[in-house]
């Protein structure tokens, strides 16, 4: 009786160990991901938005503006500007600061330059500011190696009008020739 | 526009009869040749003829080595050769090349469904790229339209049209996920397609026979075959060319996304990336932990495509 059951653990440990080394063949993420060579590296940089934006310096025109004059509305002399980010966000001074139309500002008042005008739009939105941050949303041109671009906020959204346009789908794939559409047989 | 189409198609049909008609009657005289010289009896006459009605560059295509085994001269060789075919055929003059893999790179997408809005931009210009067949059209990259709430790819839709995003509806890139345990490369009985150091699965066109095992093998459709001898007008050809990946492929093989590698192995980043004009694709050096893609896996929720089967796909998608 004992030498029948020792014959069986014995199998047993033998199947256990054929076991083991099926599972070695198979590679898994750790075998791959092994680098032996130090990976190339990718210098990314922000766009800037000060030589991008038309008409910037604003003081170009506007030496000084009464603050009275950045009205509720919209701006009065900026026609292109359509102010539709969010309901009840229509307050210029909100973002820009009147007495520095070269900057603009934090809600807690500390001028921030249009080169970092991302910092403004975290204000609100943290969770996507957090995603640009580590990569996970927005554009970077360039090259994975060496010099990248990472566009800004304002690169993609305008900042008065935030909200990305449709766009129309370019032409699909021919359909099969005999093909039966899909909502013929469902 | 619309009749500038119907042009078009008109113009297709006709160019597709008259080379149909040609190819009939290539083959009858060769038939009647054929029989002509086995009436005659002489079988050395045959041979003679066959090897002169080969060009020396075929029978070089015939006794070429496995790309792994060619050393640097032996690779130009076949460069030039490909290229004077390209020459002889469509008349376009290349740069044909092929980098080897970066090294301490390993490539990865990694692709933001809720930022895709499927307006296959980058569907166009990978055809533009890697200069594939336009008639039968061969696309690496098909987008799946799907209901929000729900994730059945054989519910999707893959030829949606219109103006995108749709309502309640988004939408899911495929394409060749260039798996690190991949199931196509085991298949093949020639060996005419392997993984590179870099993680790209490449394929040596000159190599494949066309058996299409590894179209079979793919969980993904990833891999396409050239049916007929793929249709590119000689203005719409990509000339910065490499011999594993976007040169014009013969008839008979299988070709599949090979993240731009003429492009990525220099340090660019592929076509679709580029082109994507809403950000979703992220492109990157996985084995860089301050990479977009490293940082993305790391930190988001990110998915890969039927992760049960094992394959270790290399393309992550995440919603954020």
Redesign the interface.
Known sequence: MKTTVNHKSVYFALLGVLLLLSGCRSPSHKDVAKATVPPPQQNVTVVAREGRIVDFPCSKCHDKVVPSEMSNDGAKKHKDIALDHYPGMNQCQLCHDPNNMDQLKRITLEPVSFDVSYEICGQCHGEKIRDWKIGAHGKTVGGWMGEAQKLSCAGCHNPHTPRRPKMQALAPPPFPAGGIPKRDYQ | MKKDEGKNTQDRMGRRLKKMAEIKMAETSTRRGFLKTLSAGAAAVGIASTTSGCATGSMDKFFQKHYKEMTAEEKEKVFARISEETQKNYDVDINLKDPPP??????AF?I?LS?C?????C??ACVKENNQGRD??I?YI?VVELDRGTFNLEEG?????????KKDKFYLPMQCNQC??PPCTKVCPVEATWKGDD?IVVIDYDWCIGCRYCMAACPYDARRFNFTEPEVHRSQINTNQSYLSNRVRPKGVVEKCHFCLHR?RI???PACQ?A????AR???????P????A??VR??RVFVLKEEL?T?PNIYY?F?
């Open positions: 970066v090294p301490g790179a390993r490539f990694a933001s930022v809005n499927g307006n296959r931009a569907v166009h039968p059209a696309q098909r839709d893959i030829y949606y049209e219109g103006e995108v995003p690190d345990n993680g990525t340090g660019a980043m580029e994507c004009p809403t950000g992220k492109f990157g050096n996985i084995a860089d301050k990479s977009d893609v940082q993305i930190n988001k094992g270790i995440y954020d």
